[in-house]
């Protein structure tokens, strides 16, 4: 197969870990006869930087034109700490989420049966947990109106959903809990949120379509306690965008690092593949940064942007083998031994 991949490397830690991914890719395309070409395109600061636009119109014609995206990182410290700043790193990841219509974005969240013990949580709490979000990604109060009043005093973020929206979202979390454990939690605020009473009010339409899927309602508050308490009772969760942003960090937890979950976001035509950590600024240039989480973005890739499960099998099951044999970086090694991220991604490539 010949695969164009628009590669989106951004600001931080996303360069070294994107090129270990590339690294990864380009072995199991040499194994299994496939043609990648890849296509770098700025983003983040570094585009700021270079063009003076965190997603230029040069970068959006190359992820449309490709059969998928590959994505590090986004963010910098430069502006976090400057709340004046106009243009920012994180707008051109929103822009770029909005004008390429990735309206879900899906994070698993699995353990790994040799980091079982890394997590902070207790062995017996997270064993067996394999669940998904489905996180909307192009609406709420990431894309609503905001703005200031009242001499800058006084500052608002619109929250706004269309049924459109939620329905769209909530047919991909139907679909992916018949293709799983035919569980479906809607996770909302519906208590005291008008736009979160339209969420569960269009998923109970919804479920006579999908006589087989057990549907559950619980507010965010409670989830944001259960999943951490009794993780492995959840299968396919849906929510809005910034239930979905907290939640999935929260989840992260439990697989024992952030460096290890992989991201796919879907929508309209090219799925753009991400791990779900940040830029990291303190790694940045240290060759620390664990790249499996976007090691494993890019098996996501293989699966479900282009279907090919052999290669995307492969890509996981080496990567469980470097976890077994303690190629792994600091942030898994427990004070004992560890290697760079260009290490890990150097044998992560040649044991493929
Ligand atoms: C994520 C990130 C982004 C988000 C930031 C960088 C804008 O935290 O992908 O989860 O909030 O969506
Ligand atoms: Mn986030």
Redesign the pocket.
Known sequence: MKLKIALLAGDGIGPEVIEQAVKVSDAIAKKFNHEISWHPALTGAAAIDAVGDPYPQETHDICASSDAVLFGA??HPRFDNDPSAKVRP?QG??KMRKELGLFA?VRPTFTFPSLIDKSPLKRERIEGTDLVFLRE?TGGI?FGKKGREDNGNTAYDHCVYSRKEVQRLAKKGFEMAMSRGKKLCCVDKANVLETSRLWRETVQAMEKDYPEVEVSYEFVDAVAMRLVQWPNSYDVLITE?LFG?IL??EASVISGSMGLMP?ASVGADVSLF?P?H?SYPQATGKNIANPLATVLSAAMMFETGFGLHDEGAAIREVVNKSLDAGIVTEDLADGGKSYGTTQVGDWLAENV
Request: glycine share 12%; aromatic share 6%; charged share 25%.
């Open positions: 986004i963010g994180e990841l929103l974005n990604l990431y965008n942003d999935t960090d991201s991400e779900i940040g």
